[in-house]
């Protein structure tokens, strides 16, 4: 069953201007959320994360919004870098005595000068 | 501080053979968690272990198991290979396997089944 969708598979954004990722889940249990990043031969890298009880989390140039009456979370990056071009992935967890990852099935953001 | 190690990087193997993969986790992190990840399938869940206990398990089949350490070293083992299972083996770890602590990730280790 597919808990988590990025229905966005990519996304070019020009340098300087705002990236908009988005996340869409089904599962209303979910407790904490998070976004991590992954570039080719690496493994991914936390970015930034958010528990069910806010809606909002900020972190530099990264924002999480988080919008449980919709089940969407967004990752916003503002201002956009070349080195921000990656695949980003949305990931769940169910429960705090936990911390398996179910992950959705990422986009990939190219950001051009 | 050193970050998650696995080894090998890369891994060639044929189908009925079976497969060994290791990570260190960072020092003082007792969880370690691994992922298969998969171009058809994505980033999936396949166990955690908290010190040398398997505490939780994904839906992969019984070939697929590992085990803990004291050290808090992980390998990961699977039997009898097949074609399907060629993907990146990530592995993760964490203080508590709890969240909100930050799960880091290793750099995987690809494996090939021909």
């Known amino acids: 069953d597919q808990q988590v969708k990025q229905n966005s598979p990519s996304l070019s954004v020009q340098e300087g201007r705002i990236s908009i990722l988005n996340c869409d889940y089904t599962?209303?249990?979910?407790?904490?959320f998070l976004w991590y990043k992954k570039y080719p031969a690496e493994g991914p890298t936390f970015l930034i994360s958010i528990s069910s009880i806010k809606d909002k989390n900020e972190d530099g140039r990264f924002t999480v919004f988080l919008n449980k009456s919709a089940k969407h979370l967004s990752l916003h990056i503002v201002p956009s870098q070349p080195g921000d071009s990656a695949v980003y992935f949305c990931a769940f967890i169910r429960g705090y005595n936990t911390d398996k990852l179910i992950f959705g099935t990422g986009t990939r953001l190219q950001v051009f000068p | 501080k050193a970050g998650v190690t696995q080894t090998p990087r890369y891994l060639i193997k044929t189908r009925g053979q079976q497969v060994t993969l290791s990570c260190s986790p960072i020092s003082g992190h007792r969880s370690v968690s691994w992922y298969q990840q998969t171009p058809g399938q994505g980033l999936q869940f396949l166990f955690e272990?908290?010190?040398?206990?398997?505490?939780n398990k994904g839906n992969f089949p019984g070939r697929f198991s590992g085990r803990q350490f004291s050290n808090s070293r992980s390998e990961m083992n699977v039997s009898t290979l097949e074609l399907g299972d060629s993907a990146l083996y990530l592995c993760?770890?964490?203080?508590?396997?709890?969240?909100?602590?930050?799960?880091?990730f290793g750099p995987g280790t690809r494996l090939t089944v021909l």
């Open positions: 599962n209303s249990m979910f407790d904490y």
């Open positions: 272990y908290f010190s040398e206990t398997q505490r």
């Open positions: 993760a770890s964490s203080f508590r396997g709890r969240a909100p602590d930050t799960q880091y």
